[in-house]
């Protein structure tokens, strides 16, 4: 059974910092591509950032672009969400997910594993 576990959301200050992780477990994800994506209520689900399992390339949605960094650790299966510079316009739930082509890194439909979510709240 695969699973995608996310942790370290919270509450914090505008102009401050949190650093997400999603741990994969049941499978081996080393030729995935894995991906963050956010929702806040009544608004759409988007794409925040992609990175390749193979080769580490990273592509960011450009209202994160410069403040969010994605990495991953091949040996521990673990995607990471670096956020500085918090916005309130970044409060939402935050999902991590995989999948198995590098194609519409952006688009959620393409993702087949999603994590159960965790909240991100940036206050003014």
């Known amino acids: 059974q695969v699973q995608l576990v996310e942790s370290g959301g919270g509450s914090v200050q505008a102009g401050g910092s949190l650093r997400l992780s999603c741990e994969a477990s049941?499978?081996?994800?080393?030729?995935?591509?894995k991906g963050w994506f956010r929702q806040s209520p009544g608004k759409e689900r988007e794409f925040v950032a992609a990175i390749r399992w193979n080769g580490g390339s990273t592509y960011y949605a450009d209202s994160v672009k410069g403040r969010f960094t994605i990495s991953r650790d091949n040996a521990k299966d673990t995607l990471y969400l670096q956020m500085n510079s918090l916005k309130p316009e970044d409060t939402a739930v935050y999902y991590c997910a995989a999948k198995n082509t590098w194609t519409n890194y952006d688009k959620g439909y393409a993702y087949g594993y999603w994590g159960q979510g965790t909240q991100v709240t940036v206050s003014s």
């Open positions: 049941g499978r081996t994800f080393s030729n995935y591509c």
